[in-house]
Structure formats: structure tokens, C-alpha cells
């Protein structure tokens, strides 16, 4: 029974990819840049979203996965930005993001003239890593109150991408957090990893994301 | 083929759900607990251990699910209590525990005289909440700094629990958090939970934490 299910999850992850591949290729000629952002629940996704709206000077929709409610949707949306909310299941329903939820959700949307899409994945370190959803750029998102140890424990979220914002450096004097280990096991996962850190609150290090963003 | 896809799920979760029924009656016997402990990735699970080994006068074992690394097995062990690891797979393994390869660590530890086995599940609070791994109480920890919307967004894992710890409340007085509304979202969700909130670090509240095990 175990290798029917693999021959079945093969299968699911080739047509993820395809599509996937697809969607970046169509993206690109368009000149929209896709951007995928990975982490746990309440790492602080949606409020940078929120802030990069008022920062930007550039056109970005979002599209929100959650398992269920449209709870971040509104807050994007209250912020003015395009939104489009995928929920997954009413009850526990999938824990990621998959390529073709994603491409049904910009054939619905108006990207006319959109230069950046962002993609706010499911809350979860894990599954969201091992679906290509046709983004040209993956970013884990990890709050400084998660940990040093987190790159070690969730390698495949933070080799599979090339941006890792390390978010709520408000917090660090409150917390035990070593800032130069958790960098530090980062590189060790993905040696090629840029890395920005930042407060989305007290907007300390926001201008370096900003600045990743124009380029 | 989707049909296909979940006709083979739903074959695992009916075989993981007999294993759990079993291995639940079979530790009830020997009148050992079995505790399932869920939450996202950098709530605090294990420090909670490290300080519930030293505070509670009982016999514990861990059980600890990480997809790779047995960081935090050694830092129980240095607690002095059993532990047993389970590592999901190298690059991107399973994001969830089933009751077979709990009950398998169970068989390979010595748990006579054991009073309480906990399960730190796998840090993830989408996917452990969908397999029964055959504990008599299954709890979330959910830390302050992950919003108030959580119950709202992963409502699986806090509606099949009874006991939700909010973790990390030394953090409050640094956090927009709502705690009265982070209690009543988790209420909404499910109005039998019961409530802790602890901070390992300070010890605030720890004591209801450890009445609630001596029960």
C-alpha cells in the first residue's frame, strides 16, 4: 500500500511542477514577479504585507491561502491592495499551496499593469516547501521568538529559497534569541541564502525589504 | 485520479485511527497517560518539558517527533527523562506523527512505572491535528506572539483538543496581543477547552499547568 501512495503523490508533484514551471514562464514575459512567502502561523506575513503597501511604490496584489477564514484577506484588502483568498478546506484542509490553485487565482484577478504578486502561503514550515507554486522568488518568513534552531529542523523551507526576513527584531530584547547562531544555521542550510532583518512594528531594517523588492 | 488520491487516504486514516484506539486502551490499562502536544514551530513545547520534568513529582517519558535533528531529545535528556525520537525523513519528511511509529517507540522504551508519556508532535498546527497518535488528551500550545486569529485559522487542532497553553505570556507587556480576545476566538472554536497560561520562563502560571498533569 505504501508504494501506490508514492506512485500517487509522484504523480500530484509532476503536475504540480509543470504547471508551475508554466506559470513562472508567463509571469516573467508579462514582467510580474511572483514572490512566494513561506513561515509558521503569526511569523508576521500579513502585517508586512500591510506595510509594504504604504511603502512601495510599485503595483503588488496578494494572494492570501489559509486553511479558512478571509481574517488576512480583509486586513490586505482594507490596506488597498488586490487580494484573492484561497481557503483550503473548512476542516483541516490542505496545508499548502499548490500551482494550480495559484494560477486560477491570477486568471480571476486583474494584473494589468501589477508588477509584483505575492504569495501569502499556509502557515506551516513544512508542507508549503515541497510544492512549487511558479514563484520566480522564495522567501521564508521566521519571527525571532521561533528560535535559533528553526533552519535545522525545517531544512526544506529554507534550502528551497533564496530570501529568509527575519521579522520581529523588535522583540530581541526581551527574548534569549542568539541573532549570529540563528544567521548562522541558516547559512549553514543554504549557504547562498540573502538574509534581511526587520520590524515591521517599529519599521527598524523595513527599508532593506523595500529596497530587495525594486530590484 | 483524485478519487484515487483520497480513496488511499482515507485507507492510512482508518488504519491509523484503529492503532491509536488500541494503544489508547492499551496504556489505559497500565494507567499511563498519553499527552499529544501540538503547536507551530517555536512555541516553547520543549523548554515546557524541560521545566515540567523538573517540577512534576512523576515518572515521564517523551516521546519527540522533529522531521530531522534530535536537538531538542537532547535537551530533554539532559533533563534527565526519557526520550525517544522519531525523525520523519531527511529532506522535507512527514509533517505529522501516526499512531504506528508512536506505538513502535513505545515498545522499544521501558516505561514501567510510568505515569505520563507526552508526545511533542511534529512543530506544525495544520497536519498533526489530523491523526489520532492515541493520546488520552490532546493539547495545543499556542505562544502570545502568534496572534489572536490562530483558533480562527487552524480550527482542527483546537477543536480536537481539550487543553489549550498559552505559552510565553512574559512577552505581553512587548505585544499588541489581545489575550481576552485570543481566549475567546479559542472558546468560539471549542467551549469546553480547558485554558492555561504559562510562562516557562518566569514560572508565571506554571503551577496550573502541573495541577492539570496531576489530575
New interface residues.
Given amino acids: ?1 505504501d508504494k ?2 508514492i506512485k ?1 503523490m509522484k ?2 508533484l509532476n503536475m504540480n511542477d509543470n504547471i508551475a514551471k508554466e506559470l513562472r514562464q508567463e509571469l516573467a514575459k508579462e514582467n510580474i514577479c511572483l514572490i512566494n512567502l513561506m513561515s ?3 511569523s508576521g506575513k500579513t502585517t508586512i504585507m500591510e506595510k509594504t503597501a504604504a511603502e512601495l511604490e510599485k503595483n503588488i496584489c496578494v494572494i492570501e491561502g ?4 478571509t ?2 484577506a480583509e486586513r490586505i484588502a482594507n490596506a488597498g491592495i488586490q487580494t484573492y483568498q484561497i481557503n483550503t478546506g473548512p ?2 484542509g490542505d ?1 499548502h499551496l499548490e500551482s494550480s490553485w495559484v494560477k486560477a487565482a491570477i486568471a480571476e484577478m486583474n494584473i494589468t499593469d501589477t508588477d509584483i504578486i505575492f504569495v501569502e502561503n ?6 508549503p ?2 510544492f512549487d507554486v511558479g514563484a520566480h522568488v522564495n522567501a521564508v518568513v521566521l ?1 525571532v ?3 535559533e ?2 533552519p ?5 523551507a529554507f ?1 528551497n529559497s533564496q530570501l529568509c526576513v527575519i521579522s ?1 527584531i ?2 530581541l530584547p ?2 534569549d534569541l542568539d541573532l549570529d547562531k540563528l544567521i548562522s544555521n541558516i547559512k549553514n542550510i543554504n549557504p547562498k541564502m540573502e538574509i534581511i532583518t526587520l520590524s515591521a ?1 517599529t519599521m527598524k531594517g523595513f527599508s532593506d525589504w523595500i529596497d530587495f523588492l525594486k530590484k
Fill in positions: 500500500m501506490r501512495e500517487v504523480k500530484i509558521s502561523p503569526g489559509d486553511i479558512q477564514t481574517l488576512d476542516f483541516g496545508c499556509i502557515g506551516n514550515l513544512v508542507c516547501a515541497e519571527s521568538t521561533e528560535g534552531d528553526k535545522l529542523k525545517y531544512p526544506l534550502r520581529k523588535d522583540l526581551y527574548l512594528k
